[in-house]
């Protein structure tokens, strides 16, 4: 047969590497990218760490006698700088996301999370809650985040979080604002 319809035994041979010194520079080459890539990731989150040094580590559990709502799954999206939505804090995993349950009540909100340490906001650090478009980097449709704007030391932190089920995000924003008598910002 010819043409079109030729079969595929006809094209079974593969062309051979000839310049085998060549290749493996290349693949060396681009491993050694890849690993300066790596190495510039790494040194940018040591610093950044070395810059938030100042943060205090925020509490993990609520206090004893704190009554908290049915928590309710979702995203934590990270921990920012409040101004600056693309600034992660990434003193004591605050920058991780992580999968996670946000429960609240009058005594402040826990936020539960997976393969990262707890983080429980007091009541009293609660500055604000909005609904936005993202934070630390994390950017979902509009008002597809619940931002927590907070303080923690001398630092105002914005955090985020986004239930798993539409409903429920909607109702822990409303839930959120009345439990803190804030205004939606």
Known sequence: MTGALAPLA??????????????????????ALIALALWGMRRGWLRRAGRQA????????????????????????????????????????????????????????????????????PADAIIGIRADRGVAGTVKSKDGMIVITWRLGDRVLDTGFRADAASQHAAVLDGLV??????VQ
């Open 54 to 121: 100042d943060v205090p580590a925020p509490a993990e559990e609520p206090p004893r006698n704190a009554v908290l709502g049915r928590p309710v799954p979702g995203l934590f999206a990270g921990t920012g700088i409040n101004g600056d939505w693309m600034d992660r804090v990434v003193a004591h995993d605050l920058g991780v996301r992580s999968r996670a349950t946000l429960a609240y009540g009058p005594a402040g909100i826990e936020l539960d999370r997976v393969g990262a340490r707890s983080v429980f906001i």
């Open 10 to 31: 006809d094209f079974t041979e593969q062309a051979q590497v000839t310049d085998w010194p060549a290749r493996l520079l290349f693949v060396l080459l681009v491993l």
């Open 178 to 183: 009345a439990t803190f008598s804030l205004g």
